[in-house]
């Protein structure tokens, strides 16, 4: 069954402090691994999609890890602050389709405190 | 400026009403998808379209309807709402197009539109 499960569910952590949130899949066959950001009543915003072939991903304070021999993902925030606080999505898509199916995580919801 | 709007942001009804969620993106994504979401769990897509006049059912079966018949334009119907349907209904959009590479099916989402049947 292809599954995305995330961790911790939640987390909190004092602004400019580091943190990592976790992502494992089961999604085969393998076709890209997003990372969402999700602010309290609005839509996910992406923040960075990776392929097969990459390791590692950087967008500003946000970078992604992707190991595809263990189906593991990692989301590195570092010097936090308050607007990071927020529901980080992991989203796992498929090659089984022209769509390529989306599989979505629950989300680790993050709370940077000042 | 490039975005997809979703209107009412909050709706509170009671049973049995009919209601329309309105989603509009100006990019020219020939694809939109309706997902669901409620508090704490993984959003479930409902509804998507390929294009004009193409609609299917996602993953999550859901009493809603929708209709494709502008590309910027992809509303969702309830006939009669009932407290079971409360949730947020998040729209999306993205390019048409196949392969991971290309970044086919980012998807950008809209704000949500956020119902409670009372």
């Given at each position: 069954k292809n599954q995305v499960e995330q961790s911790?569910?939640?987390?909190?952590?004092?602004?400019?402090?580091?943190c990592t949130l976790q992502c494992n899949y089961t999604v085969s066959p393998f076709s890209n691994l997003r990372w969402y950001k999700q602010d309290t009543g609005r839509g996910p915003?992406?923040?960075?999609?990776?392929?097969?072939?990459?390791?590692?991903?950087?967008?500003?304070?946000?970078?992604?890890?992707?190991?595809a021999d263990t189906k593991q993902s990692s989301l590195h925030i570092t010097a936090s602050q308050l607007s990071?606080?927020?529901?980080?999505?992991?989203?796992?898509?498929?090659?089984?389709?022209?769509?390529?199916?989306?599989y979505f995580?629950?989300?680790?919801?993050?709370t940077v405190w000042p | 400026e490039a975005d997809i709007y979703q209107t009412p942001r909050y709706l509170v009804i009671g049973t049995g009403k009919k209601i329309t969620l309105e989603c509009s993106q100006t990019m020219g994504h020939d694809k939109m998808y309706w997902y669901q979401q409620d508090p704490g769990m993984e959003l479930?897509?409902?509804?998507?379209?390929?294009?004009v006049n193409s609609t299917e059912k996602g993953d999550l079966s859901s009493e809603s309807t929708v209709s494709r018949i502008r590309t910027e334009h992809f509303p969702l119907t309830l006939e009669s709402a009932?407290?079971?349907?409360?949730?947020?209904?998040?729209?999306a959009s993205s390019v048409a197009g196949e392969g991971a590479v290309s970044g086919a099916n980012v998807l950008t989402f809209g704000a949500g539109s956020r119902l409670t049947v009372l």
């Open positions: 911790p569910q939640s987390l909190i952590i004092l602004e400019g402090k580091n915003v992406s923040l960075t999609i990776m392929t097969f072939s990459e390791n590692t991903k950087s967008n500003g304070r946000y970078t992604a890890t992707l190991d990071d606080s927020a529901s980080y999505i992991c989203v796992v898509s498929d090659r089984g389709s022209t769509l390529g199916r989306l995580g629950r989300g680790t919801q993050l | 479930h897509l409902i509804h998507y379209s390929y294009g009932r407290p079971s349907h409360t949730s947020q209904y998040l729209c």
